[in-house]
């Protein structure tokens, strides 16, 4: 089974206008993002993330490599007609209501009668739009035009969905809301292929990441094994007498205690994040 998405050596390079310098966006940039997970790409300002994206969708040109969706080429319809699209500042007809804005881009997708208003109706209640599907989108809050976003975004029920930045300048509980939809659609089945500056939130929703840095790939792995402590244990002992913690784990069926489970002491997403870069930084 094809991944979900697969880019090999994906490399972007833009002139700098009258100069006779070149700009590398993304260099030599390869990854795979398996179908059913949450996917999170990190980095800086600047780092390639958004232009990686934009080459993925058939937006931009890459200079050289190839990003395919499902065993396709990104470009062609067969690809594109699997991916919805949410951008990190979406626009959207201020005129319309939330319902109409659906109705609009469900049409697009091919979709119609019944099976539209159903989809709609479906979509509205997931992002928690109910109330404000007859409310124009011009008088939304950002949160809410995310969530509008996030809805058009699967209007066509599609297999991948791409989200760039989709809490940017969202209060906390419109962050708390979009990551439930995440993981509503993760439970769907859908793959999720997003970037992100809330590491905290990326921790709790993503099952691998990816950080980038200077265009280049830095790090990838599962999300545990990228935040675990390496060469150390924790036990978690439950009704433990005084003193066993420091006798290990021989002591716990002698004193009936139980052993709950154990595991490796975690650092937060953020560390390693901070880690990863600082490290790019100082080796180009």
Do not use: W
Request: hydrophobic content about 40%; charged content about 25%; aromatic content about 4%.
């Amino acid at each position: 089974m094809p991944a979900a998405v697969s880019l090999r050596n994906l490399t972007r390079v833009y002139p700098v206008p009258l100069r006779r310098e070149r700009l590398v966006a993304v260099r030599d940039l390869s990854l795979e993002v398996r179908e059913g997970e949450v996917y999170g790409l990190l980095g800086p300002n600047g780092c390639g993330k958004s232009t990686s994206l934009k080459m993925l969708l058939g937006l931009v040109t890459p200079t050289s490599g190839t990003a395919d969706v499902f065993g396709h080429d990104s470009r062609a319809f067969a690809a594109r007609s699997e991916v919805g699209f949410l951008p990190e500042n979406p626009y959207f007809y201020k005129f319309l209501t939330g319902a109409e804005t659906l109705r609009f881009y469900g049409k697009l997708c091919g979709l119609r009668g019944a099976k539209l208003k159903n989809r709609i109706d479906e979509l509205l209640a997931l992002v928690g739009l109910e109330d404000a599907r007859d409310r124009r989108v011009g008088g939304y809050s950002k949160g809410m035009l995310q969530r509008i976003g996030l809805a058009q975004a699967i209007i066509q029920d599609p297999r991948l969905v791409v989200l760039d930045e989709p809490t940017a300048g969202v209060d906390p509980v419109g962050s708390r809301q979009i990551r439930d939809i995440i993981l509503d659609l993760k439970a769907r089945g859908m793959t999720v292929l997003l970037t992100s500056h809330l590491l905290e939130q990326v921790q709790e929703v993503c099952d691998r990441v990816g950080i980038m840095g200077r265009g280049r790939l830095l790090r990838e792995g599962d999300l545990d094994e990228l935040v675990s402590v390496d060469n150390q244990t924790q036990f978690v002992v439950e009704n433990a007498p005084a003193g066993l913690a420091a006798q290990i784990e021989a002591l716990v069926v002698q004193t009936g205690a139980t052993l709950v489970e154990t595991r490796r002491p975690q650092r937060t997403l953020e560390k390693v994040f901070l880690e990863v870069t600082r490290a790019g930084e100082s080796n180009p």
